[in-house]
C-alpha cells in the first residue's frame, strides 16, 4: 500500500446499507447490484433484492474502526496487535479486504 492510502481514513457508506452485530460479528444489509441478466431472472422468477453479508471476527474488528477516525495504517497495526499470527500477513488481509469493500461502495476512503 502506498502512503497515501495508508494515511487515509476509511467511513462506513450509511446510505443504502445498514448493519448490526449478531453473535459478535457484523452482518451488512446492502442492495444487490443486478446485472442485466440477474435483473431478469429476478424479475420473472423472484429472488432477494438486498444482500447479508456476514463478516468474520477480524472483519468485524476492522469494519467497528472504520468510522473516519482510523487511518488504514492504524487498522493495520491493530489487528496485528489484537489478533498476532492468527490475522497474519495483517497489511495484505487489510488491503484485499478494503479494496472489496471499496468495490462494493460499503466503504469510502477520507483523505487528509
Do not use: Y
Not at 17 to 31: F, K, R
Not at 43 to 68: A, M, S, Y
Not at 82 to 91: L, M, R, T, V, Y
Amino acid at each position: 500500500m502506498n502512503e497515501d492510502v495508508l494515511r487515509a481514513k476509511p467511513v462506513r457508506n450509511e446510505e443504502g446499507i445498514s448493519w448490526e452485530l449478531e453473535d459478535g460479528v457484523a452482518v451488512i444489509t446492502h442492495a444487490k447490484q443486478f446485472s442485466r441478466l440477474e435483473g431478469w431472472v429476478r424479475n420473472h422468477i423472484g429472488g432477494p433484492e438486498e444482500l447479508r453479508r456476514p463478516l468474520d471476527r477480524f472483519t468485524t474488528f476492522l469494519w467497528l474502526k472504520c468510522d473516519g477516525t482510523h487511518a488504514v495504517a492504524e487498522l493495520v497495526a491493530a489487528l496485528a496487535t489484537e489478533f498476532g499470527e492468527a490475522a497474519a500477513p495483517a497489511p495484505e488481509r487489510v488491503q484485499k479486504w478494503l479494496q472489496r469493500m471499496l468495490e462494493l461502495g460499503l466503504l469510502r476512503l477520507e483523505r487528509s
